[in-house]
């Protein structure tokens, strides 16, 4: 039986550097190709040698798709393409394609020019691994060779987030990455047709939590700043540059509108104009509210949202400054963090998830003395807030992309180990669920249907046969020569698949003879076996021809003495062996009492 | 096998398909030069227009002076304009299952076909064409509620009265069938019931037939169809293009090995040349500024207005022409100009790759910005006051019988210092222009039709081999003025199907083979 095998390199029972492989119908793919966040050494990326001991990046995969662009998907793309060695298709849809380079050369000025790290990509890396991506559109099947086929489907989460259907025949695989079944005030919710994948590669990051509605989260962030601000206190948000950025603005830039406040609003760098950009021309990636209203108001030109001045972080009075990093672990989200962690009065509200190593992650574990580089220690004063507002189905959402897609079986990735147990548990109850760790491989056999064209002739003859119509529920037996030619598959009737293959029919009959003692001449003998057939078969047609025979249906019956004994008869049956079941048997069956013979092998 | 005709306009098709019992529709078109046998709607009072003496037979019988109005030497209605509807006695509509759209021009009789026939089924088209579509019936709609009309003329349609009028009115099949505007209610109506989908996105039917959009390259999101069983497969191509202009590319490859291609939307100008209308067109607009008057150009609000932007976007610095004022004048003109720009994954590679810088992809972005170009939804309000002359004006409808176009050439036709350059390729000019006669405005056609020709359309097809071609029976010979061209005709073996307004043809299929499915651990007992 056929396989499907899925070995995750990064993401599995793990948050960060997502990349996964997949064997389908002897396709190889690789979904995503991110970096560790939580890590500077060489765990920062997926460890792609599991593949190159073997040979080369190129030969071994058919195609690399990118969910989407968080560096924790596509951050390792430059790394993989250009300094292993991948040549290949690399597809991801548009918005993406037109964001991931900033991010990555974000990155890659961040390691290489700030941190001075060498044996970095660079940035005509980043342009040469451009040079490789096909856009995906939602909904369009990409045929990537003769067999494979991938399909794109709306994910939420970020601007141009996509789950992939992945194809082979009847064997199929869907990979979510990263997505949010409720839609936010910036983006849709995530949404798949009943494709009944054979396996449903799904992100857990919130498998355990079934988060409250919404509406409260952002009730709670706007009192949180606004009490902050409230007391004279800064609040600072760390939060990457495209994403949950534009939602908290949205956010904000209402709320300071309706209670008409006057504290300042920052958005640290100059990425935001240009993010802001992307969200008008990839408006159709947005939600219903947004797509609908937005040539009388595009809900992505902001008021009161100005850009941040490295200096303003020392400016007295109250404000709020968006910056980034999202995981404190670089940058000027770090920075500010740093100037603002001694005074109570400040707040920091992370809105996402943090990955283990990062100061995001230390803080929100509730650790108030930090060891900085060069052995200084940070006190940690101000307030820490974590408001869950990273777009990521929680359980209850995965269940829903569950009865969506009506799944064979399930694997989680993308999820710390204990918590994505507790949803396996819960799942397993109605199918496999699996959870491999990093390199190492789960296999789920499928039960592919295999194609066959049937001749239309054969089919009419066939259904002639059974009656008027078909019952769908019955499985009907057929005859029919099985015919394999180029990878296809072709049933026809016996006289096409000789004519085709240009055989001579060759007739096959089983003959038999039965001796009697009789002592009547040859066609008085013949006579006496006519009369008695037509007495026991009622309802069959028995001929006795001029020529000697008698016919029952097509078994022929001839009847001859032998030259020692002339009371002993010998009856010659002869019949084609398609007539091999029914009549054959019922004849024998009523003859064998009468004339006491053992018939043997019929 | 069957396919129904249900237009005789091969640019506006609307033919029904009855394939592997399901029955799909494809395309919808309106065909709207019906409207030119109507007395222009002014926007405002036109003394001209409502003097108007009114139409008596010679030998004073037939007295339809209420309904008919001589004007410049020809009779038309006086009343709000109709339009030839596609057939709805050939078959019954309601048992129609889906309607598959190709561009946004031949959808414009969707709400007469979903709305008031019983229709229940589903229309598939793609994101550009829905989000355009429906602005050019709003802009429609819109056009005539803005100017209503009490009267709604009838009489003249009686068989034995119009028989003994004037041509072109004479002339004028099917007038019962004609019918007003929908309403926008009816629009949006019709519109629900689009469902989205993407190129190459396979969509089953009933697990019988799967049908599948292609780029055509002729506008947003415009597409081809192939619909398709295991074993048979139609092509439905409609207006396509091959030039470079704004649009994806035409995907011609996937059209291959079909057994019947439905040719329609070829172009209507095989003679014109669409880049050097453009140059001509350029040159014409120049040259009319600098001697001091007005351009007017009459246009659908989406299409080739794009690409005519993005012309004089380069055109206006060389000619010297950066202060003269761009107005482009419609109800969905802004709607229109911003909604194209957020069709990234619809546009062709340039476009596409100034999208990720971010920029827009179009210039006339630029346009606005610099306020080159400014638009209005109407002649009335801010427009009134913010109107400099020597100017440039865009606006609708090129029937020259509604919309704010009728204004300008009320207002401009007297001045020979004017011109009216025509660029949409589906009305006559001299016809559009007759009831506007006489005219000292000068008149320029430059007709930019950047569907397939009949050269283009020929390669085409030696590429793709359909096993037959069903098409238009106006393509199966040279136009009528230009019999001897018979390079301006479809010549094939074998020779194409021709078909006209309320044909049925029989397709011709040879099916051999059906598949079944058969699950893989039984399939290796066959071999036991």
């Not at chain 2, 046998?37 to 002076?65: A, C, I, M």
């Amino acid at each position: 039986m056929p396989e499907i095998k899925v070995t995750p390199l990064g993401a599995g029972q793990d948050v960060g550097r997502s990349c996964i492989l997949v064997s389908i119908g002897g396709k190889n793919i690789m979904l995503d190709c991110g970096m560790h966040m939580g890590y500077n050494d060489d765990r920062r990326f997926p460890d792609f040698s599991y593949v190159t001991q073997n040979g080369r990046l190129t030969d071994f995969l058919d195609c690399v798709i990118i969910s989407h662009f968080h560096l924790d998907h596509c951050g390792a793309l430059p790394y993989m393409s250009e300094m292993v060695g991948y040549d290949g298709p690399i597809y991801m849809t548009h918005p993406t394609k037109a964001i991931c380079p900033i991010l990555l050369e974000d990155f890659r000025k961040i390691t290489v020019d700030k941190k001075g790290e060498t044996n970095f990509f660079t940035s005509q890396m980043i342009k040469d691994c451009m040079k490789k991506v096909v856009p995906l559109n939602l909904h369009q099947t990409v045929q990537v060779d003769d067999e494979l086929e991938i399909k794109a489907y709306y994910a939420g989460h970020v601007l141009g987030a996509a789950m992939v259907q992945i194809k082979v025949g009847s064997e199929s695989v869907v990979y979510t990455g990263d997505y949010n079944m409720t839609p936010d005030r910036h983006l849709g919710a995530a949404w798949i047709d009943k494709c009944r994948p054979d396996i449903l590669i799904s992100e857990s990051t919130y498998a355990t939590t079934i988060r409250d509605s919404k509406r409260c989260r952002e009730r709670d962030f706007l009192k949180k700043v606004h009490e902050s601000i409230e007391r004279g206190g800064k609040v600072l948000i760390p939060v990457f540059a495209l994403g949950r950025a534009q939602e908290l603005c949205i956010l904000l830039e209402t709320f300071w509108e309706r209670m008409n406040l006057k504290a300042p609003i920052y958005f640290s760098t100059g990425l935001t104009e240009k993010a802001n950009h992307y969200y008008k021309l990839f408006i159709t990636w947005t939600n219903q509210k947004i797509r609908k209203t937005f040539v009388q108001r595009n809900m992505f030109e902001f008021k009161h949202i100005k850009a941040f001045d490295r200096s303003y972080a020392d400016n007295p009075g109250p404000m709020v400054v968006f910056a980034t990093p999202g995981m404190l672990h670089a940058g000027q989200s770090l920075q500010i963090f740093k100037k603002w962690a001694g005074n109570e009065k400040n707040m920091v509200i992370m809105p996402g998830y943090c990955v283990q190593g990062t100061i995001g992650h230390k803080i929100l574990n509730g650790q108030r003395k930090l060891e900085m580089e060069g052995r200084a220690t940070l006190d940690v004063k101000l307030q820490v807030e974590y408001m869950s507002f990273s777009a990521h189905a929680d359980a209850k959402g995965i269940m829903q992309l569950i009865r969506m897609a009506e799944p064979r079986n399930m694997l989680l990735v993308h999820g710390e180990a204990a918590k994505m147990e507790f949803l396996k548990g819960k799942i397993e109850q109605e199918f496999n669920c699996y959870m491999p760790a990093n390199g190492e491989t789960a296999m789920v056999t499928t039960n592919p249907s295999v194609p066959v064209d049937m001749s239309l002739n054969l089919l009419k003859r066939e259904m002639a046969l059974g009656g008027p119509l078909p019952d769908p529920k019955k499985p009907r037996t057929m005859h029919g020569t099985l015919i394999m030619k180029e990878n296809s598959l072709k049933l026809v009737s016996s006289e096409q698949a000789l004519k085709e293959l240009g055989l001579n029919e060759h007739q096959l009959r089983f003959t038999c003879r039965v001796q009697l003692q009789d002592p009547h001449s040859d066609p008085d003998t013949l006579h006496r076996v006519y009369t008695h057939l037509k007495s026991v078969l009622k309802g069959y047609t028995i001929q006795h021809l001029p020529d000697g025979t008698v016919m029952v249906e097509s078994i022929v019956i001839k009847v001859s003495s032998s030259a020692e004994d002339v009371n002993a008869k010998v009856l010659l049956l002869s019949w084609s062996y398609q007539v091999q079941q029914s009549p054959t048997y019922l004849f024998f069956r009523r003859f064998r009492p009468r004339f006491g013979i053992f018939f043997g092998n019929v | 096998m069957k396919l129904y005709c249900l237009s005789g306009h091969p640019t506006l098709p609307c033919n029904v398909l009855k394939f592997k019992s399901t029955t799909i529709m494809l395309d919808c078109g309106l065909d709207t030069t019906s409207v030119l046998n109507f007395l222009p709607l002014p926007l405002v009072h036109s003394p001209r227009l409502s003097k108007l003496t009114g139409w008596t037979s010679k030998d004073g019988t037939v007295n339809l002076e209420k309904e008919l109005k001589e004007c410049a030497g020809r009779v038309f209605v006086d009343s709000q304009p109709e339009f030839c509807l596609p057939e709805r006695e050939l078959l019954d509509l309601s048992t129609i299952d889906v309607i598959l759209i190709s561009n946004y021009h031949c959808m414009m009789a969707l709400p007469y076909i979903t709305e008031h026939t019983g229709f229940t089924g589903t229309v598939y088209a793609t994101e550009p064409t829905l989000q355009i579509g429906r602005l050019l019936m709003e802009e429609l709609v819109n056009f005539m509620e803005r100017v209503p009309k009490a009267q709604s003329a009838t009489c003249w349609k009686n068989k034995d009265l119009q028989r003994v009028l004037p041509g072109p009115l004479k002339e004028a099949v099917d007038v019962w069938t004609w019918k007003r505007c929908y309403s926008m209610h009816e629009v949006n109506s019709a519109l629900s019931k689009v469902q989205l989908v993407g190129y190459s996105q396979k969509v089953e039917l009933f697990g019988a037939v799967q049908v599948s959009p292609l780029s055509s390259g002729y506008s947003l999101g415009s597409s081809n169809w192939i619909i398709q069983s295991h074993h048979e497969k139609v092509s439905y191509v409609s207006g396509s293009s091959l030039l470079t202009t704004h649009p994806q590319p035409m995907d011609q490859s996937s059209l291959k090995n079909s057994d019947v291609l439905i040719l329609t939307g070829l172009t209507q100008m095989p003679t014109a040349n669409p880049d050097g209308m453009l140059g001509e067109f350029c040159s014409n607009l120049a040259m009319t500024i600098r001697a001091g008057g007005n351009v007017l150009v009459p246009c659908y609000s989406s299409g080739v207005i794009y690409d005519l932007l993005e012309c004089l976007y380069q055109f206006i610095e060389s000619a010297n022409l950066g202060t003269t004022p761009f107005y482009f004048i419609s109800p969905v003109a802004n709607s229109s100009l911003e909604f194209s720009q957020i069709f990234a994954e619809w546009l062709c590679h340039n476009k596409q790759t100034k999208v990720y810088l971010p920029e827009p992809p179009f210039p006339h972005a630029e346009l606005i910005q610099t306020n080159k170009l400014k638009h209005y939804p109407s002649i009335h309000g801010d427009f009134s006051s913010e109107f400099r002359q020597p100017c440039v004006v865009f606006t609708g409808h090129p029937s020259l019988r509604f919309g704010d176009v009728v204004h300008f050439m009320e207002l401009w036709g007297k001045s020979s210092l004017n011109t009216v350059i025509f660029t949409e390729p589906d009305f006559s000019y001299l016809d559009a222009l007759a009831p506007y006669q006489p005219l000292a405005m000068k008149c320029v056609y430059c007709p930019i039709d950047t569907r397939l020709n009949f050269h283009q359309v020929s390669k085409l097809l030696k590429e793709v081999q359909p096993l037959h071609v069903v098409c238009p029976e106006q393509y199966t010979q040279p136009p009528l003025s230009q019999s001897h061209r018979s390079d301006l005709m479809l010549e094939l073996t074998p020779p194409p199907m021709p078909y006209r307004r309320c044909s049925v043809l029989n397709l011709p299929f040879r099916r051999r083979y059906d598949v079944l499915l058969t699950p893989i651990s039984e399939s290796s007992s066959w071999f036991m």
